[in-house]
Each structure stands twice: as C-alpha cells, then as structure tokens.
C-alpha cells in the first residue's frame, strides 16, 4: 500500500487549495477514504471521510461547508477541496487508508503542508 499527497502550500487566509491523494498496492475502489490533519503540538484529528460504495462523506465540524471529499475511482485518487481557509487550517494533511478488510492498520502517506498566513 502506498499512499501520496500533493498540493499544499502556502496560501493567505480566505483561499483555496486542493489536496491530492494518489493510492496504490490495493483495490481502491473497495475502500473508504480520509483525510487527517496534525497541527504542531496538537494531536492529529480526522478532517473528512468518504465511503468506498455511494461515495457517502463526513466532515468534522470545523470544516464543514467549506472542505469538500470526493474520489476518483478510476484514478485511485482522493481529493480534498479546501475554501474559505483560515489560519486554523494550518497542518500537515495527511491521507488514510484502514486495509485490508478482514485485518484493517491504518496506512498513511508522507503528508503535505498546508499554511494558511497573510
């Protein structure tokens, strides 16, 4: 299992990013996906999840209305559409795979910063 982000930066408060998360070494399409975030000397919180069958998301509060999940099967590719940040955002964002099935670890990627600052 090998999981990769890109598209962090730096961008001023009230921007927008969008996070790419590219999957390989298992079926994708069977799998729920999520994003996570690690603000320094905070722990690491669950950002916004999305289902393997219907695509069915959630958002912790914080982001909600402005975060948006989706995923690209054919692609092996999960995004996070990122408006309206705030300084608050600032974190590593990290993408998350809980595999296989029948045994499930969390596999996670490297991580990608994410700076929010005027």
């Known amino acids: 299992v090998q999981l990769v982000e890109s598209g962090g930066g730096l961008v001023q408060p009230g921007g927008s990013l969008r996070l790419s998360c590219a999957a390989s070494?298992?079926?994708?399409?069977?799998?729920?996906m999520s994003w996570h975030r690690q603000a320094s000397g905070k722990e690491r919180e669950l950002v916004a999840r999305?289902?393997?069958?219907?695509?069915?998301?959630n958002y912790v509060d914080s982001v909600k209305g402005r975060f948006t999940i989706s995923r690209d099967n054919a692609k092996y590719t999960v995004y996070l559409q990122m408006n309206s940040l705030k300084p608050e955002d600032t974190a590593v964002y990290y993408c998350?795979?809980?595999?296989?099935?029948?045994?499930?670890?969390?596999?996670w990627g490297q991580g990608t910063q994410v700076t929010v600052s005027s």
């Open positions: 070494g298992f079926s994708f399409s069977r799998y729920s």
């Open positions: 998350n795979v809980r595999y296989p099935a029948s045994s499930p670890r969390a596999y």
């Open positions: 999305i289902t393997s069958v219907g695509g069915g998301t």
